[in-house]
């Protein structure tokens, strides 16, 4: 059973091999089958069967990412196995503006009040670095100020991801979403921050 679909997506497809430069070749996804699934990728290099390919797609406010291989090649037409997994993410809504201040976070399951580094902001987020890796899921209160609005910021967040910075083992990047924003501090506007 084949899946059509109604409105064209755009998609991105990059080869995995032969391809130092990483060039992304823009399409839309065209169908999905049991067979594999079939984009229209006009300017896509002539391959060999089996090349291993990776693809990216949006639809709404979440992102899709997955490796496959090429099954077939024809008229601009691209169909690769269907993949055994596909990742998604939530696409970032909002500007995010660098931040390099501190931050105080007190986890809800914890007590105590930890110290870390803000590395950036958005309206409905932040990201930092620090020497604790926390679990996805975790809720959080937050706790800074901006100097150059006089605004102090007190809010939830629950935590959105968590990976350990490849640069220095015992740091760790996180972003937390918020959950949580007290009114007052909606008054001030992060875009107001100095890069």
């Not at 999905?32 to 069967?49: K, T």
């Not at 009040?113 to 959080?140: A, C, H, N, P, Y």
Request: charged content about 30%.
């Amino acid at each position: 059973m084949a899946l059509s679909l109604q409105k064209d997506l755009p998609v991105s497809l990059r080869p995995l091999v032969s391809n130092d430069e990483g060039a992304r070749f823009q399409g839309r996804l065209k169908e999905i089958a049991a067979e594999g699934i079939a984009m229209f990728v006009p300017d896509f290099p002539a391959l060999p069967s089996g090349t291993p390919v990776e693809a990216e797609f949006r639809i709404d406010k979440s992102s899709y990412r997955f490796e496959s291989t090429l099954k077939a090649l024809a008229g601009g037409t691209v169909t690769v196995h269907k993949p055994k997994q596909i990742h998604k993410t939530r696409v970032r809504e909002g500007r995010r503006i660098a931040a390099d201040m501190k931050l105080f976070y007190t986890p809800w399951t914890e007590s105590g009040r930890f110290e870390t580094q803000m590395l950036d902001l958005s309206d409905i987020g932040v990201r930092m670095q620090g020497r604790r890796e926390l679990k996805k899921g975790m809720l959080v209160s937050l706790d800074f100020y901006v100097k150059e609005d006089k605004i102090r910021v007190l809010c939830q967040g629950q935590v959105a991801w968590c990976k350990q910075d490849p640069e220095n083992e015992f740091l760790f990047e996180t972003g937390v979403e918020f959950t949580t924003i007290f009114n007052e501090t909606r008054n001030g506007s992060p875009a107001s921050l100095k890069s």
